[in-house]
């Protein structure tokens, strides 16, 4: 049996971890509040038929850590927390679901602001939102889809790799392997598109692929190649773990900056990157994007679209650091984040 609680392999320092049930509507949550140091913990919650508990206590752990890092970089006064839900989205789901988990973030007070993640929907967002007001993506915290924002913050952060590796930010000319044409990735490619760049698009959905290839006037090639294609950027926006030690010395291109979550299968795969001169955007820092529209999203619409392109700037510090100091971008990324993290630390006289 797989330790559990304190001993738990994900457990990081988690400040709150809350195992919410509910009888009546079938629920079964785990809450995990990683860090409230910067502020509140921000995160989705992702509705999965995980097979155990355990499975699902790890998801939880392991990517409200990850929201803290992410928030920190993102430079947002809000810390790291996520939720899961342990239900089949295409079966179980019901309002009275989604009211019961409302609740269970009400009962928290604002330490934890939920929002959407896999399996849930913006309908999803305002059935929670009749229970608490600590949600966003409702209709009344709403810009809308944040992944317009997400495509704008990795197109910021390719600009930004460029100008690292080649001096200049330009498009005119490069080539892109997009991977995977859904939300992010479509609006990715429609943004290098239109600043001059050649497309290579792939994706396992062959409408989409039709869609981009006539819309962009792109090539196409099986989403298995993409890795391999020769461009200047590879930009993998579909699934994780893309990026490790069998694809690692197939790669065609010297950047690789897309909205994929976790796309190194090992954290020493940054290394590797490092080792054979490719330049990682550090893929929480390229895809916050989404998180900062919900966070930021009491503000003016040129606020907001000034502080997505602020990604590019953070890009760029990471990757005059790590060539500096001649160490991977990844890490970089970490350090600036608890360096974020230990400065809140001071101001609020914890140690
Ligand atoms: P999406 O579901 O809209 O699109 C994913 C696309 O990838 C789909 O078109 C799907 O057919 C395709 N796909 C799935 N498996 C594939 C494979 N093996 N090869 C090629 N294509 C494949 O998702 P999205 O919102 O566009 O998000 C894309 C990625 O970016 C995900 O990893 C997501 O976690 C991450 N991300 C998204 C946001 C956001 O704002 N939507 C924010 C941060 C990170």
Redesign the pocket.
């Known amino acids: 049996m797989n330790p559990s609680g304190f001993d738990h392999p994900e457990f990081d320092g988690h400040e709150k971890v809350v195992f919410g049930h509910d009888a009546g509507a079938g629920l079964y949550t785990v809450i995990a509040i990683h860090d409230t140091r910067l502020g509140p913990a921000l995160g989705g919650c992702r509705m999965w038929p995980y097979p155990n508990t355990d499975e699902a206590l790890t998801d939880a752990l392991r990517l409200s850590r990850g929201m803290t890092y992410k928030n920190a970089l993102a430079g947002l006064d809000y810390g790291g927390g996520k939720a899961v839900i342990i239900a089949d989205p295409k079966k179980d789901k019901s309002a009275d679901l989604m009211q019961a988990f409302g609740r269970k973030v009400d009962a928290l007070g604002g330490l934890y602001i939920t929002g959407e993640d896999v399996g849930l929907t913006p309908a999803d967002m305002e059935a929670i939102g009749s229970a608490t007001e600590h949600v966003r993506g409702t209709s009344k915290t709403h810009r809308g889809d944040?992944?317009p924002y997400?495509a704008l913050g990795v197109y910021c952060g390719i600009q930004s790799a460029l100008g690292h590796l080649y001096g200049s930010p330009d498009l005119r000319g490069r080539t892109v392997s997009v991977?995977?044409?859904?939300?992010?990735?479509f609006t990715l490619a429609r943004f290098l598109h239109d600043a001059g760049a050649k497309l290579v698009v792939?994706?396992?959905?062959s409408n989409?692929v039709d869609r981009a290839v006539a819309a962009f006037s792109a090539r196409s090639v099986d989403?298995r190649d993409a890795h391999t294609v020769e461009a200047d950027v590879f930009a993998p926006?579909?699934?994780?773990a893309g990026i490790n030690s069998t694809t690692i010395p197939q790669l065609g291109a010297p950047i690789i900056a897309g909205?994929?979550?976790n796309q190194l299968a090992e954290p020493s795969d940054g290394k590797t990157l490092a080792e054979r001169g490719i330049l990682y955007a550090p893929d929480y820092v390229i895809?916050a994007?989404?998180v900062i529209a919900l966070a930021r999203h009491d503000v003016e619409d040129d606020v907001l679209e000034a502080d997505v392109r602020g990604i590019g700037e953070t890009l760029k510090q990471i990757f005059e650091r790590a060539k500096v100091k001649g160490e991977a971008t990844a890490s970089v990324a970490d350090r600036i984040a608890e360096e974020r993290l230990s400065a809140a630390d001071n101001k609020n006289g914890r140690t």
Do not use: W
Not at 202 to 205: F, K, L, P, R, V
Not at 237 to 240: D, I, K, N, S, T
């Open positions: 944040p992944s997400t991977q995977g044409l859904g939300n992010v990735g792939s994706d396992i959905n989409a989403t926006c579909a699934l994780g909205s994929a979550n895809n994007g989404g």
